[in-house]
């Protein structure tokens, strides 16, 4: 696993549409570990997290932020 791998949560909406959940600044949350962002979804959404225990359908979820191929620097020559 990278030591720059990131977590960020997401939330399904009532029309099926899966959402970043973001902070005051309007960016995603992102977090370096999966606890910490499990943690935190579970602060933020208590019943939800609760719910999916007892099969009332999965609401939320923790992704791993994948690096784009685009971020990764340039090579120069070869």
Avoid: C
Wanted: zero cysteines.
């Amino acid at each position: 696993m990278a030591k720059d791998q990131k977590y960020r949560i997401e939330v399904e909406d009532d029309k099926g549409l899966w959402h970043d959940e973001r902070g005051a600044d309007g960016a995603p949350l992102l977090f370096d570990n999966e606890g910490a962002a499990r943690a935190k979804l579970a602060e933020l959404y208590p019943v939800l997290v609760k719910m999916e225990g007892y099969g009332g359908g999965k609401r939320t979820r923790v992704i791993r932020v994948l690096v784009d191929e685009d971020d990764w620097p340039k090579r120069t020559g070869s």
